[in-house]
């Protein structure tokens, strides 16, 4: 048995090419080889008329996917290496791919899901999140910046709420996921096995409303809107922590101190590229500047650090260079921005607009 082969199961049931992430032990987080994996299989099926939809499912009971695997990102980077350049190029090339499907794309997104699991789900035509779904873009705990399309996404949630869930990478459940675009259908969990043996037989349109619920359960972000509309909206990170401190709620004041435990560097990336994503017309045009990112991220000490910190000696006290947000000079920022030797060819040799996907 090839172990690595079998991270990812694939397989047709009925009319639905049905991928599973199989890494349960490791919350399903992405290898390069499963995203080639996710991307044949892919291939394989979007010329398929026996196949009318793919569905995507994580292994195990804690989630889709806990985003890349930054174990291997941590070596690369502390050895000088490019190897994750290339895994990005083909994971973004893949959450493109996913976006325009000309297929519906069904993704659970049950559980856990975090970084890259967003990137090969929230892309996806048909999005449900459950009671269990802990949605996040957590990067910037890592001196890391939201990749996979994130920005494209958080970028255009209603008004600052994207930009508050970038920085602070804080996790929301199933109701702030819709509220935020991330989602468009919730599924109690007990019922996604009996969905799945009904989209072996039937188009996800035609099944799916009995087991969607309108009224969903929690949600804070929609009775937040007012202060984080205001404080998000400042055109530095140093204003958006003072407008935090001085609101007078507690809620905001909590996201401060998020925010302090966050990477100088990082969160001031973060907010450089929220901005520019508004800006940009395709999700191929943000994952590209997303790919100049990570480049640059790649080869900067807080990658190293945060991934030190938070996964391989989980201290969680990481020492962030420079310190403090004073000291990230724009010179700094703007770098992360620049085409650089590594990452100067695209990721999409002639860029398409994001495809529309007909509605299941």
Not at 69 to 86: E, K, M, N, Q, V
Not at 168 to 179: P, S, W
Not at 195 to 224: F, K, N, Q
Not at 287 to 314: F, M, N, W
Request: with cysteine; aromatic share 4%; charged share 20%.
């Amino acid at each position: 048995m090839n172990a690595e082969k079998d991270t990812v199961l694939t397989e047709v049931r009925g009319c639905t090419g049905v991928i599973t992430l199989n890494r349960p032990a490791a919350l399903n987080a992405l290898t390069h080889s499963m995203v080639l994996a996710v991307t044949e299989a892919l291939g394989a099926w979007e010329h398929d008329p026996l196949v009318r939809q793919v569905l995507v499912r994580g292994a195990g009971e804690r989630g889709l996917c806990a985003g890349g695997d930054i174990r291997a990102i941590h070596a690369d980077a502390s050895t000088g290496g490019t190897a994750s350049l290339d895994f990005w190029r083909d994971e973004y090339r893949l959450n493109a791919r996913i976006a325009r499907y000309p297929k519906p794309y069904v993704a659970y997104m049950d559980g856990i899901v975090m970084g890259g699991g967003v990137g090969i789900s929230a892309h996806g035509s048909v999005r449900i999140v459950t009671e269990r779904s802990r949605v996040a873009m957590p990067e910037t705990g890592i001196g890391f910046v939201p990749d996979v399309g994130g920005t494209y996404l958080l970028s255009r949630a209603p008004g600052e709420l994207g930009t508050h869930l970038a920085l602070t990478g804080v996790a929301v459940g199933a109701a702030d996921a819709l509220l935020c675009g991330l989602a468009d259908h919730y599924v109690p969990s007990a019922h996604l096995e009996e969905l799945t043996h009904g989209l072996a037989g039937s188009p996800a349109r035609e099944i799916l409303a009995p087991y969607a619920r309108g009224t969903v359960p929690g949600g804070e972000l929609a009775a937040e809107r007012e202060w984080i509309d205001r404080c998000y909206a400042a055109d530095t990170v140093e204003e958006i922590h003072s407008r935090l401190l001085g609101s007078g709620l507690a809620a905001a004041r909590e996201a401060s101190e998020v925010l302090r435990t966050k990477s100088p560097t990082a969160l001031k990336v973060t907010l450089a590229a929220l901005r520019r994503a508004r800006e940009l017309a395709s999700l191929e045009a943000v994952l590209e500047q997303e790919y100049r990112v990570s480049g640059a991220a790649l080869t900067t000490p807080d990658l190293v650090e945060g991934i030190r910190a938070q996964v391989i000696d989980k201290d969680r006290t990481p020492r962030w260079s420079p310190p403090a947000l004073v000291q990230v000079r724009q010179a700094q920022v703007e770098r992360f921005f620049a085409p650089t030797d590594a990452a100067a060819g695209p990721v999409f040799p002639q860029e398409s607009p994001r495809g529309d996907v007909s509605p299941a």
